[in-house]
């Protein structure tokens, strides 16, 4: 049987997580195991479920529970459902509930780098990618685009961010992730990677190369928003790579060039 809770006040300590309380408060990233994550729409949830994440509470529109989350509930009957008046919801969340359904739901522990890396041939390395929208829109290119994992580096926004998991469509929860060590360039190379930094430098090859075709593994290491990749990082890899402009425009946005690369540079 269900657990419906309906709600009459916003009030509720357990209703924290969805709006009181901050994003680096419901996350704990040196025990990822004990944090907490939003996940937003009866897709992304079920993608979650999936991949055996396990929720915590669900909150959403009385409609939903005999409508599209319909089949979420029943799959976790006995996880607390609070519902209420839309306007009360929106009291709560700061916002209309547009996708209908949260649910707040335990993180897992992170992978170790060597089970990530075991047998994939090509990967990206998000450096500094600070812009949840533009992370989680490089994720779904990821996984759509045949990229094998996707490593991230400690300047990295979170990717279990409310914004970035919406913005993947649940795509985090498909393809293998994790971070990257600080010297994180070396060990990829040391485990066979070649490596290629997005960069606009004099000698940057052009992104259709087949030099990078050829290569047997790959990384693709792409930088943050407005400055790109340190001078040191774009260093340490084996080649830097540019994606052709025309108009005289210099460049593309992280997101979008991450889905040229990814297209380009697949199997």
Known sequence: MINIVHLDSIERA?????????????????????????????????????????????????????????????????????????????????????????????????????????????????????????????VRSAAALDIDAVLFTSACCDPLNRRAVRVAMGTVFQIPWTFLPADGIALLRGSGFTTAAMALIDDSLPMDDPRLKQCEKLAVVLGTEGDGLS??????????????????????????????AFWELRR
């Open 14 to 138: 357990e209703l924290d997580v969805y709006a009181r309380l901050t994003e680096a408060q419901i996350r704990n990233r040196l025990e990822p195991e004990k944090g907490i994550f939003i996940a937003e729409s009866p897709k992304v949830i079920r993608l979650a479920l999936d991949a055996g994440f396990e929720p915590v509470s669900f909150l959403m529109e009385e409609k939903h529970i005999e409508g599209d989350a319909k089949d979420l509930l029943l799959r976790c009957p006995d996880v607390p459902v609070y519902t209420g008046e839309r306007a009360l919801l929106k009291e709560l969340t700061g916002y209309a509930l547009t996708r209908g359904v949260l649910s707040a739901m335990r993180r897992k522990p992170l992978p170790a780098l060597d089970d990530v890396l075991n047998g994939a041939a090509r990967i990206a390395v998000l450096d500094g990618i600070v812009d949840a929208s533009n992370l989680g829109a490089i």
């Open 231 to 260: 001078k040191e990082t774009i260093a340490a890899c084996d080649y830097a790579v540019k994606i052709p402009m025309a108009h005289g425009v210099d460049s593309l946005n992280v997101a979008a060039a991450s889905a040229v």
